[in-house]
């Protein structure tokens, strides 16, 4: 079960998941996807992916839904919100919604011999780390909005029910910045409203949709002035999923929950991946420095390792090969 499998990233591990064999029910309530993504997945795999229009909060909807598909054996849980802003805006909602969500897909797990899960979690739990690439000992820091604390939260809300005895395996993924769009363009992110992010706002510039790429500060403490992120190829990140399923089914878990950062290792400054995108596409970008943007970690960069050894799993798509596949997105968007 992909909970949030007609989203960005859940789209893109759909894929993958029914290209390794996997047989995949989605559940999503398309609060901030399309219904088409299921064509789309269809159109790539040959294979057509269960699709159950179901809100998460929705318990007795999840509980029929487990009911209907008694061979489900493992979730993966995508179903969120993410707009750090707007989760400044309506705590309530975001505090609800991530965590009444995981909560339902918890309690009904056990009822119907679910036996993992795999949850997206987020480098956004290490703050400003004091030591850099970030390894998945370094210490959780105070979250910087309630979209952060909550996917704190739900780490915390994992590990306590596995501690309580719950019949459970799990695998938190800390993910950092996803970003870049399938290589066919049947899938990628879609846009909702002026983007907050980096490369869709980037492409819809390129495409001429906006005017101007602010870049947020160039006065931060990094060898051109702006931030540095790990910025990681959406179909990389996809695969660390099946093999985490993988690695559930095969009980080869050394501890009943287990995190990994899923990141490529490699700090890339804003400005850095505006000269990689204008390299990969040819398109010359418009952009202007402004000032910081509030709430912005200065520079944050995976240690992998882990990721690498147990997992065996590598992010290895050069940035501007994976631009480029947002770019090839964009275009058949606009
Ligand atoms: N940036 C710009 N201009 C823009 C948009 C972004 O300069 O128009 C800069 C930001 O200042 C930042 C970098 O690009 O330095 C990346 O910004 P994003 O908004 O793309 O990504 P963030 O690292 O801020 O946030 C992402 C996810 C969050 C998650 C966080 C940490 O969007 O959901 O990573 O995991 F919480």
Redesign the pocket.
Known sequence: MVTGGTGYIGSHTVVELQQSGYEVVIVDNLSNSRADVVDHIEQITGIRPAFEKVDCLDSEGLDAVFRKYPNVKGVIHFAAS???GESVQKPLMYYRNNLGSLINLLELMPKHGVEGIIFSS????YGQPDVLPVTEAAPIKKAE?P??NT?QVNEEIIQDFVASGAPINAILL????P?GAHPTALIGELPNGV????????TQTAAGIRQQ?????NDYDTPDG????DYIYVVDLAKAHVIAMERIFQHKQEKQVEVFNVGTGHGVS?LE?VNAFERATGVKLNYRI?G??A???EK?WANPERANKVLGWHADTPLEDILASAWKWQCTLS
Request: charged residues 15%.
């Open positions: 993410k707009a750090v987020s480098c956004t739990v909005s979209y952060g996917k800390r993910y950092f910045n970003i983007p907050q992010n980096l490369v869709p706002y980037v790429l602010s870049v947020f500060g702006s931030c540095i992120r804003v991946l402004v910081r943007r709430g912005d970690i944050i």
